[in-house]
Protein backbone atom coordinates (compact mmCIF):
# COMPACT_ATOMS: atom_id res chain seq x y z
CA UNK A 1 0.00 0.00 0.00
CA UNK A 2 1.58 3.15 -0.94
CA UNK A 3 1.59 5.53 1.78
CA UNK A 4 3.58 8.06 4.34
CA UNK A 5 4.63 6.86 7.75
CA UNK A 6 5.46 9.06 10.52
CA UNK A 7 6.80 7.96 13.90
CA UNK A 8 5.67 8.35 16.81
CA UNK A 9 2.15 9.78 16.14
CA UNK A 10 1.86 11.10 19.63
CA UNK A 11 4.69 12.50 21.54
CA UNK A 12 5.26 14.02 25.16
CA UNK A 13 8.61 15.68 25.66
CA UNK A 14 10.32 18.33 28.12
CA UNK A 15 12.17 21.59 27.21
CA UNK A 16 15.23 20.84 25.54
CA UNK A 17 15.34 17.06 25.44
CA UNK A 18 16.55 16.58 21.52
CA UNK A 19 13.96 14.34 19.76
CA UNK A 20 13.51 13.02 16.13
CA UNK A 21 10.34 12.32 14.28
CA UNK A 22 10.98 9.90 11.66
CA UNK A 23 9.03 10.35 7.93
CA UNK A 24 8.96 7.44 5.14
CA UNK A 25 7.31 6.99 2.14
CA UNK A 26 7.34 3.92 -0.13
CA UNK A 27 6.28 5.60 -3.50
CA UNK A 28 10.05 6.67 -4.59
CA UNK A 29 8.99 10.55 -5.00
CA UNK A 30 11.34 12.83 -4.95
CA UNK A 31 9.73 16.15 -3.07
CA UNK A 32 9.55 15.43 0.84
CA UNK A 33 8.66 18.22 3.07
CA UNK A 34 7.40 19.26 6.99
CA UNK A 35 4.92 21.01 7.89
CA UNK A 36 2.81 21.89 11.30
CA UNK A 37 -0.68 22.68 11.91
CA UNK A 38 -1.72 24.92 14.72
CA UNK A 39 -5.39 26.49 15.43
CA UNK A 40 -5.84 29.81 13.64
CA UNK A 41 -2.82 29.41 11.40
CA UNK A 42 -3.26 26.40 9.17
CA UNK A 43 -0.39 24.57 7.69
CA UNK A 44 2.62 25.79 7.54
CA UNK A 45 5.90 24.30 5.97
CA UNK A 46 8.92 23.96 7.65
CA UNK A 47 11.40 22.48 5.35
CA UNK A 48 11.07 20.76 2.29
CA UNK A 49 13.46 18.53 0.21
CA UNK A 50 13.50 17.99 -3.77
CA UNK A 51 15.81 15.52 -3.89
CA UNK A 52 18.64 13.25 -1.36
CA UNK A 53 21.04 15.78 0.23
CA UNK A 54 19.09 18.70 -0.98
CA UNK A 55 16.50 19.99 0.96
CA UNK A 56 15.49 24.08 1.79
CA UNK A 57 13.55 26.28 4.54
CA UNK A 58 9.91 26.43 4.13
CA UNK A 59 8.07 29.64 6.09
CA UNK A 60 8.78 28.23 9.36
CA UNK A 61 12.39 26.39 9.79
CA UNK A 62 13.37 28.08 12.83
CA UNK A 63 14.16 25.73 15.78
CA UNK A 64 14.01 22.22 13.42
CA UNK A 65 16.59 20.58 11.42
CA UNK A 66 15.68 18.12 8.59
CA UNK A 67 18.27 15.34 6.56
CA UNK A 68 17.26 13.58 3.37
CA UNK A 69 20.44 10.77 3.24
CA UNK A 70 18.00 8.44 1.14
CA UNK A 71 15.32 8.91 -1.01
CA UNK A 72 12.92 7.45 1.28
CA UNK A 73 13.13 9.01 4.53
CA UNK A 74 13.36 12.21 5.35
CA UNK A 75 13.41 13.32 9.79
CA UNK A 76 12.80 15.95 11.26
CA UNK A 77 15.08 17.10 14.38
CA UNK A 78 14.62 19.45 17.33
CA UNK A 79 17.81 19.97 18.90
CA UNK A 80 16.20 21.75 21.70
CA UNK A 81 12.63 21.44 22.23
CA UNK A 82 10.67 24.22 23.63
CA UNK A 83 6.94 24.79 24.62
CA UNK A 84 6.37 26.99 21.31
CA UNK A 85 6.95 23.50 19.27
CA UNK A 86 3.87 22.32 20.57
CA UNK A 87 1.67 21.54 17.80
CA UNK A 88 0.55 18.78 15.14
CA UNK A 89 3.14 17.91 12.46
CA UNK A 90 2.81 16.22 9.24
CA UNK A 91 4.93 14.87 6.70
CA UNK A 92 4.45 14.70 2.56
CA UNK A 93 6.07 13.93 -0.10
CA UNK A 94 5.07 14.49 -4.12
CA UNK A 95 6.04 13.17 -7.49
CA UNK A 96 5.39 15.31 -10.66
CA UNK A 97 2.72 14.04 -13.35
CA UNK A 98 1.65 16.50 -15.55
CA UNK A 99 2.72 19.45 -12.59
CA UNK A 100 -0.25 17.95 -10.50
CA UNK A 101 1.78 18.74 -7.65
CA UNK A 102 -0.07 16.66 -5.47
CA UNK A 103 1.03 15.96 -1.76
CA UNK A 104 0.69 12.59 0.04
CA UNK A 105 0.59 13.11 3.79
CA UNK A 106 1.13 11.51 6.67
CA UNK A 107 -1.08 10.43 9.48
CA UNK A 108 0.25 13.29 11.48
CA UNK A 109 2.42 13.50 14.82
CA UNK A 110 0.95 15.06 17.68
CA UNK A 111 3.95 16.97 19.92
CA UNK A 112 3.44 18.27 23.08
CA UNK A 113 6.61 20.09 24.92
CA UNK A 114 6.24 20.97 28.47
CA UNK B 1 1.39 38.56 5.79
CA UNK B 2 -0.87 36.20 4.57
CA UNK B 3 0.06 34.64 0.80
CA UNK B 4 -2.74 32.63 0.95
CA UNK B 5 -6.49 33.85 2.79
CA UNK B 6 -9.15 31.95 3.11
CA UNK B 7 -11.40 34.34 5.36
CA UNK B 8 -14.20 32.32 6.21
CA UNK B 9 -13.37 30.06 9.27
CA UNK B 10 -16.93 28.12 9.03
CA UNK B 11 -19.28 27.07 6.37
CA UNK B 12 -22.77 25.56 6.64
CA UNK B 13 -24.53 24.33 3.85
CA UNK B 14 -27.87 21.62 3.54
CA UNK B 15 -27.63 18.54 2.06
CA UNK B 16 -27.86 18.59 -1.88
CA UNK B 17 -26.69 22.40 -2.39
CA UNK B 18 -23.86 23.86 -3.80
CA UNK B 19 -20.78 24.66 -1.13
CA UNK B 20 -18.90 27.59 -2.47
CA UNK B 21 -15.36 27.80 -0.73
CA UNK B 22 -13.40 31.08 -1.42
CA UNK B 23 -9.66 31.64 -1.46
CA UNK B 24 -7.75 34.84 -2.03
CA UNK B 25 -3.76 34.78 -2.75
CA UNK B 26 -1.80 38.35 -2.81
CA UNK B 27 1.45 36.96 -4.37
CA UNK B 28 1.24 37.11 -8.66
CA UNK B 29 3.75 34.60 -8.83
CA UNK B 30 1.82 32.19 -7.67
CA UNK B 31 0.76 29.93 -10.86
CA UNK B 32 -0.67 26.61 -9.52
CA UNK B 33 -3.38 26.20 -6.92
CA UNK B 34 -4.34 23.29 -5.12
CA UNK B 35 -7.42 22.08 -2.97
CA UNK B 36 -6.73 19.75 -0.23
CA UNK B 37 -9.51 18.21 2.25
CA UNK B 38 -8.59 17.14 5.90
CA UNK B 39 -10.67 15.03 8.43
CA UNK B 40 -10.13 15.05 12.09
CA UNK B 41 -7.12 13.10 13.14
CA UNK B 42 -5.71 12.40 9.39
CA UNK B 43 -3.52 13.96 7.20
CA UNK B 44 -4.85 16.41 4.52
CA UNK B 45 -5.43 14.89 0.98
CA UNK B 46 -5.62 16.48 -2.30
CA UNK B 47 -8.59 16.99 -3.85
CA UNK B 48 -8.44 19.26 -6.93
CA UNK B 49 -5.89 21.53 -8.64
CA UNK B 50 -5.66 24.05 -11.49
CA UNK B 51 -2.83 25.83 -13.13
CA UNK B 52 -2.56 29.77 -13.91
CA UNK B 53 -3.38 29.13 -18.03
CA UNK B 54 -6.56 28.01 -16.79
CA UNK B 55 -9.81 29.27 -15.50
CA UNK B 56 -11.49 26.10 -14.49
CA UNK B 57 -11.13 22.70 -13.52
CA UNK B 58 -14.07 20.22 -12.84
CA UNK B 59 -13.65 16.79 -11.33
CA UNK B 60 -17.04 14.90 -10.99
CA UNK B 61 -19.21 16.82 -8.09
CA UNK B 62 -16.05 19.50 -7.36
CA UNK B 63 -14.78 22.40 -9.65
CA UNK B 64 -12.38 25.02 -9.07
CA UNK B 65 -12.39 28.56 -10.71
CA UNK B 66 -9.69 30.88 -10.95
CA UNK B 67 -9.94 34.58 -11.72
CA UNK B 68 -6.25 35.69 -12.03
CA UNK B 69 -6.91 39.23 -12.28
CA UNK B 70 -8.85 39.18 -8.95
CA UNK B 71 -5.96 37.15 -7.60
CA UNK B 72 -9.05 34.69 -6.56
CA UNK B 73 -10.10 31.23 -6.32
CA UNK B 74 -13.02 28.96 -5.72
CA UNK B 75 -14.00 26.00 -4.93
CA UNK B 76 -17.23 24.28 -5.72
CA UNK B 77 -18.92 21.27 -4.36
CA UNK B 78 -22.46 19.81 -6.16
CA UNK B 79 -24.42 18.38 -4.56
CA UNK B 80 -23.13 18.34 -1.31
CA UNK B 81 -22.99 15.40 1.17
CA UNK B 82 -22.46 14.81 4.44
CA UNK B 83 -19.29 13.07 3.84
CA UNK B 84 -18.07 16.20 2.81
CA UNK B 85 -17.80 17.56 6.04
CA UNK B 86 -14.26 18.51 6.70
CA UNK B 87 -11.80 20.96 6.90
CA UNK B 88 -10.42 22.75 3.16
CA UNK B 89 -7.37 24.09 2.61
CA UNK B 90 -6.41 25.73 -0.13
CA UNK B 91 -2.63 25.60 -1.02
CA UNK B 92 -0.13 28.19 -3.83
CA UNK B 93 2.62 27.96 -5.03
CA UNK B 94 5.13 29.22 -7.32
CA UNK B 95 7.14 26.29 -8.81
CA UNK B 96 4.86 25.08 -11.44
CA UNK B 97 6.95 23.44 -14.55
CA UNK B 98 10.00 22.98 -12.29
CA UNK B 99 10.88 23.96 -8.92
CA UNK B 100 7.62 22.90 -6.43
CA UNK B 101 9.31 24.32 -3.40
CA UNK B 102 7.52 26.45 -1.24
CA UNK B 103 4.32 25.40 -0.80
CA UNK B 104 2.06 28.23 1.19
CA UNK B 105 -1.13 26.96 2.59
CA UNK B 106 -4.45 29.32 3.64
CA UNK B 107 -6.04 28.91 7.12
CA UNK B 108 -8.62 26.54 6.11
CA UNK B 109 -12.91 26.35 5.85
CA UNK B 110 -14.20 24.23 8.49
CA UNK B 111 -17.22 23.14 5.26
CA UNK B 112 -20.37 20.98 7.65
CA UNK B 113 -23.02 19.67 5.45
CA UNK B 114 -25.94 19.31 7.21
CA UNK B 115 -28.49 15.86 6.34
Not at chain 1, 49 to 76: A, C, I, Q, W
Not at chain 1, 91 to 107: K, N, R
Not at chain 2, 50 to 56: C, L, N, Q
Request: aromatic content about 12%; overall charge positive; some cysteine.
Amino acid sequence: EAQVTQNPRYLITVTGKKLTVTCSQNMNHEYMSWYRQDPGLGLRQIYYSMNVEVTDKGDVPEGYKVSRKEKRNFPLILESPSPNQTSLYFCASSFETGGTYEQYFGPGTRLTVT
Amino acid sequence: DQQVKQNSPSLSVQEGRISILNCDYTNSMFDYFLWYKKYPAEGPTFLISISSIKDKNEDGRFTVFLNKSAKHLSLHIVPSQPGDSAVYFCAASAGYGGSQGNLIFGKGTKLSVKP
